[in-house]
């Protein structure tokens, strides 16, 4: 489980990343379903990776809602981590996406937050 983990964390960090350099360039050449996938990964990938670290099976078709309420129960401190901006957070992820670049911008901070998030808590 750790490995697995471990290779989550690091794929999401990597994620995150690709979506950031995708935000960065001109706002008319931005493929704003990229930002989105990448974002709802990044963070489908940091609930599974703190989860499977925690000795957790996150199960496969849990949406981002389910795995946070998962790590809620080990971790009360995830009251503090907001996936409001995620419209798809309640649903399976490859069935929604977003288009406008003002809403996956919004989705990669509230990704990036919970990357911030879980360096503070010396998860990665």
């Known amino acids: 489980m750790k490995d697995r983990a471990e ?3 690091k794929e999401a960090v990597k994620k995150l990343g690709e ?3 995708e935000l960065c360039r001109p706002h008319e050449d931005v ?3 990229l930002v989105c996938k990448k974002a709802q990964r990044a963070t489908e990938n940091f609930l599974r ?3 499977l670290k925690n000795k957790v099976e996150p199960g496969i078709e849990k949406s981002l809602d389910e795995l946070l309420e998962q790590c809620l129960c080990i971790n009360p401190n995830f009251k503090n981590v907001d996936l409001s901006q995620f419209d798809c ?3 399976k992820l490859d069935s929604r996406q977003c288009n406008e670049v003002s809403k996956v911008s919004s989705c990669f901070i509230n990704a ?3 990357e911030t998030f879980l360096r503070d808590e010396k998860v990665i």
Do not use: D
């Open 7 to 9: 290779a989550l964390l």
């Open 19 to 21: 979506a950031n350099e």
């Open 31 to 33: 493929v704003s379903v």
């Open 49 to 51: 990776g703190f989860l």
């Open 89 to 91: 957070r309640s649903v």
């Open 112 to 114: 990036s937050n919970l």
